[in-house]
C-alpha cells in the first residue's frame, strides 16, 4: 500500500496517514478526557424538604433540616433544597448540576422533565421560575445565590470559588413510584467524582385515593318569595367510604336534573349569592384530592328544593272617578285587574286620601277586592 509522509511536531518524526489518524483521535480523546477531570466538583452537605405552596423564601418546610419526610400522593408537587460547598479544581469551579434518585443508593436516575418511565419527573410551579435566584434557607457559612429550577433544561453556570450555595428543584412522584419504597436523591455535577455527607431520603407511602361512596346529607328545603335569596344551606352529614383528603363543588339548577357548577362555593356549607326568580335545586358533590380523572367519579348529596313563589302582582282597580253631590253616595270602585302570585294566598287592604298624594293616607278596614266608600262631604281619592 502506498502512504504519504507527514511532518509532525518534529522534522525528525514521520508518520504515515493512517497513524497520523490514529495519533490525532487518542489526543483529542486525551484532551477531552483531561477536561472532564479538570472541572471542579462539589460536596453535598445538607437538604431540606419542603412544600410547593410559596414563593422561595415563603414555601413551607415538610421536615427539619437533614431529616427524611414521607410523601402521601403521586402527581404533586414539592420541592427539594440542597445545599454544595464548592471544590475548585484547575482553577475551575464545579458546573452543570442535575438531581437523581436511587431505590437502592448504587443504581441512579436523572431527574428530567419527562415521567413516563421515572417514578419522578421535574414539575413546573406557580411560584417560581426556571432560574430564580435562590437567597439563604439553610445553614451555610459563606452563601452565594444559585437556583430554582422546575425544567430540565436549566443548566446552572459554574459556581463561584470556596462558597456555598443552594439549588431547590420542584418534583412530583409519578405513577411509576413504587408504595411503601424508600427513595434516596442526589445532586450531581459534570465531575467525574461527587462527594455526598448526607443524601436527602424520601418515603413513598401514598394514601389510598377512593371516593367517597356516600356524599353525605345537606339541608333544608325552603319556600320562598320571588326575586328574595334563599337561606343558608348546611350539612348534616359528611361524606363517608372515602380514603384521602375530601374537596367540595356545589352545584345549581333550575332544570333538574342538569347540573352545574356554581364558581368558587367549595365548602362543606353554602350561602346561596344574590335572588332567585325560579324553582331552583342545589346539591353538593365530593370527591378525594387524589382522584386522578377529576369530578367524573365523585359522589351527591340529596337534591334540596328552593321553591319559588309566582311573582306578586297587585292588579288594578276602577280609575275613571265620579261627580257627586255633598253628602252623596258614590258608586262602589272595583277591581278590574285581581291580585295574583305569591302564595296564592291574597289579601287586600285600602287607603283614602283627602289631598289625592296619600301623603295623609288613611287606612280603611277593608279586605275586599272592590270597595264602597260611604257618603262623602270631601272629594276623596282612593287606591287598593
Same mark, same amino acid.
Given at each position: ?23 490525532? =483521535? ?28 410559596? &414563593? ?25 433544597? =440542597? ?33 413516563? =418511565? ?31 429550577? &422546575? ?22 412522584? %409519578? ?6 419504597? %424508600? ?11 461527587? !462527594? ?34 334563599? @337561606? ?36 362543606? %356549607?353554602? !350561602?346561596? #349569592? ?13 370527591? @378525594? !384530592? ?5 369530578? #367524573?367519579?365523585?359522589?351527591? %348529596? ?43 294566598? =291574597? ?38
Amino acid at each position: 500500500m502506498k502512504t504519504k509522509q507527514i511532518l509532525l511536531f518534529s522534522p525528525k518524526v514521520y508518520l504515515s496517514r493512517p497513524t497520523f489518524l490514529k495519533s490525532l =483521535i487518542f489526543f483529542v480523546f486525551l484532551i477531552s478526557t483531561i477536561d472532564a477531570f479538570a472541572g471542579g466538583t462539589c460536596i453535598m452537605n445538607k437538604y431540606r424538604w419542603r412544600n410547593d405552596d410559596g &414563593s422561595e423564601t415563603t414555601a413551607t418546610w415538610k421536615a427539619a433540616e437533614n431529616i427524611a419526610t414521607t410523601l402521601s400522593s403521586a402527581n404533586t408537587n414539592f420541592r427539594l433544597r =440542597i445545599a454544595h460547598t464548592n471544590v475548585v479544581f484547575n482553577g475551575i469551579p464545579p458546573k452543570g448540576y442535575s438531581l437523581q434518585y436511587s431505590a437502592d443508593e448504587s443504581n441512579w436516575t436523572t431527574i428530567t422533565s419527562v415521567g413516563t =418511565i421515572n417514578a419522578f419527573a421535574l414539575s413546573t410551579t406557580t411560584h417560581f421560575s426556571d432560574g430564580d435566584p435562590t437567597t439563604n434557607q439553610l445553614s451555610t457559612i459563606n452563601f452565594t445565590p444559585w437556583y430554582c429550577i &422546575s425544567s430540565s433544561t436549566i443548566s446552572p453556570a459554574p459556581a463561584f470559588t470556596t462558597l456555598e450555595n443552594e439549588l431547590e428543584w420542584c418534583i412530583k412522584a %409519578t405513577s411509576n413510584a413504587i408504595p411503601g419504597t %424508600t427513595y434516596y436523591f442526589r445532586s450531581i455535577n459534570e465531575a467525574l467524582s461527587f !462527594t455526598y455527607n448526607v443524601t436527602a431520603t424520601l418515603t413513598y407511602s401514598p394514601i389510598p385515593c377512593i371516593n367517597p361512596t356516600d356524599g353525605g346529607l345537606i339541608a333544608s328545603s325552603q319556600i320562598i318569595c320571588y326575586n328574595t335569596k334563599p @337561606v343558608a344551606l348546611t350539612s348534616t352529614a359528611l361524606p363517608t367510604g372515602h380514603s384521602g383528603t375530601i374537596e367540595y363543588q356545589w352545584q345549581i339548577s333550575t332544570s333538574s336534573p342538569t347540573f352545574v357548577d356554581i364558581p368558587g362555593a367549595v365548602s362543606e %356549607t353554602y !350561602t346561596p #349569592v344574590g335572588t332567585v326568580t325560579q324553582t331552583t335545586w342545589f346539591r353538593r358533590l365530593a370527591r @378525594v !384530592t387524589c382522584d386522578p380523572v377529576g369530578w #367524573v367519579s365523585a359522589t351527591s %348529596t340529596n337534591h334540596i328544593e328552593v321553591t319559588v313563589h309566582d311573582e306578586f302582582t297587585a292588579g288594578a282597580i276602577q280609575t275613571a272617578g265620579e261627580a257627586i253631590c255633598y253628602n252623596g253616595d258614590p258608586m262602589p270602585i272595583g277591581s278590574t285587574t285581581a291580585a295574583s302570585g305569591g302564595d296564592g294566598n =291574597i289579601s287586600y287592604s285600602w287607603q283614602s286620601s283627602a289631598n289625592g298624594t296619600f301623603s295623609d293616607a288613611i287606612d280603611i278596614e277593608s279586605n275586599t277586592a272592590s270597595y264602597n266608600p260611604g257618603l262623602l262631604t270631601t272629594t276623596t281619592s282612593y287606591r287598593r
